[in-house]
DNA sequence: TCAATAACTGTTATTGATAACAATAGTAAC
DNA sequence: GTTACTATTGTTATCAATAACAGTTATTGA
């Protein structure tokens, strides 16, 4: 590859000419200038963003870490990170860590060594090591931003839903429709923003005059397959749910396995409602009615706040929480 | 940051050796490394990439373009490919162009001046334009693979589905159940790898003594949508199909649609199959049945060709062909 | 005991850009 | 005609590492 100093002798001018050329064309006269573009045009000459990064401590590059991009959670996540970062000229490091902590840590510290600009943390599970290790990135001065997760007594930046409306909304939905027997399969009560959701279930049922019960929540780890087997461990302990209300998609389709396998006719006779939105949740047998998640402006806005950041050289301190919104389809129906 | 002098001032060694230290330990004496390792965990060193990529003009970065990670297609190539990178210690950069050309060809621009070490290509559409794009990269001698393309008097490495073979069985296995009468809802056939499907749909028919009739098949785009309007465009026409194949599972998806809308009964009056087995297929009503390609592999595969040829400072030039895999669910019937 | 060799360690140059400062030329004002 | 200023361009140092080669000990064998 031509470098700098080639493009200047050609060009007759110094190096630095050239550099002012591609960095601050303003100050070099139009003339030279021309001159400088047209040599580097015709030599193929394309600045090194390694000498560039080198010199200048920036590398124009954010590590996105997420826990599985085949959780079809996250594509869109990636799709708006990418889509703000490519706009500011940042490109997006993607690594997957299947929720291990030493993945993650290890991740971070290529990170650091490779000199990125900022961190987006996506699913991040919030127990005692990540902590740790989030409370390390941000006292090195890493702009880091998370996203779908916060984690209590971290002073860091973040990008929610209202995890707290989202579970009212559709637990108001449910009994809207009379159903009080209300089943709740949720996702790991560990993690903060799922407690948000119990809660906002709990909020409904009680400002509907619905009695709480506790043996009425069956946890599970937001697969598939868990949404399956819990539906199983629901069912075998009780048969006279009229709704059930799951904290994610991806265990409304575990539901929806379990239910087709044993006769359950959805919505005739379980309603049920989750949270998320996946692409592929319209295309379920019936349409799934969800909480839809903005999934990608949640990655859009988590880059904008880095990057934002990044360029004013300080710690990202936003925290967004976006609202999910009801998107009514057919796997909810009136009790009689 | 702490850089390479600090730690070799501290060790009282020059730079050098703590520089072997890292990349070649077996020349430093274990006392003299253990020692530098010490310190330089303790002053939480790390040697810059940045610095390391200017002398060594090596990134250890891999750039991954496709049309767009939202596309359940992709993210288990994403997958493959990052995981068998990180192995490698290599970072993939994840860029989407909803098949747009300037924004391919501009990343490959941002991709060069990045100095990355190789790029894959997914589901490049093949025009004129792509071509020439694709000519130029490997013109520079930047390692490149194709995933899902192959790309007529271009010498380039790929790794592609069997797709004759996936179309050949698919079509084999709807005529196996009864059916002569089958629709085809196609992909783009300007692209290659759609042209081989659709002679292996041909094939089969001929090998099992139907005529082929040029009006069965219907183009779509490999949208969901374009999938529901297609097969609206053919049950407007004919009424008598027993069976559809399309060519990928997202406009399946759409005839699910249509057929839901319709009352039509899939299998019991219109069997289904198609080619691509996306994580969500297994859940539809009643679950699609489909030839499963191996997309981790795909992307495992494409990243192992690349990063061993970067290695070896060399173009790679391996094509490689994976079987598609019938993935026999429940969309599929006998004809009485 | 000394030369030859092996095992380590060090010095200097280099990579391709930008930062910081220096210098020059040209123009306007007095 | 000199000064002051602006616009433009140039020189040198720097960033943090590795490459290439040079040196220094330590060890071995005759």
Redesign the interface.
Known sequence: MVNIYEIAKKAGVSHMTVSRAFNNPELVSEKTRNKIMKIANESGY??????R??RTKK?N?IGLILP???N?F???I??GV??YA?KD?Y??????TDNDYEVQASLV??F????IDGIILSGIAGGKKDTELLNNIIKKGIPTVLIDRYIPDVNSSYVITDNFRAAYDATNYLVGLGHERIGVISSPQKIKIFQDRLRGYKAALNDNDIVFRDEYIFEGDES?SSGYKTAKNLFTKYDDFTAIFAMCDFMA?GI??YC?ENNIIIPDDLSVISIDNI??SA???PPLTTMSQKKYEMGYSAAKILIESIKKNKIPDTQLVLKAKLIERQSCKKVK
């Open positions: 394309r600045p090194s963003q390694v000498a990064s080198m590398t590059y599985d991009i085949i079809p996250f594509p869109e990636v799709r990418d889509d490519r000229k490109n997006v490091i993607l690594a997957n510290e290529m650091l060594s490779r000199g598939i389709f929806y396995k087709r692409y592929t295309f379920l047998t």
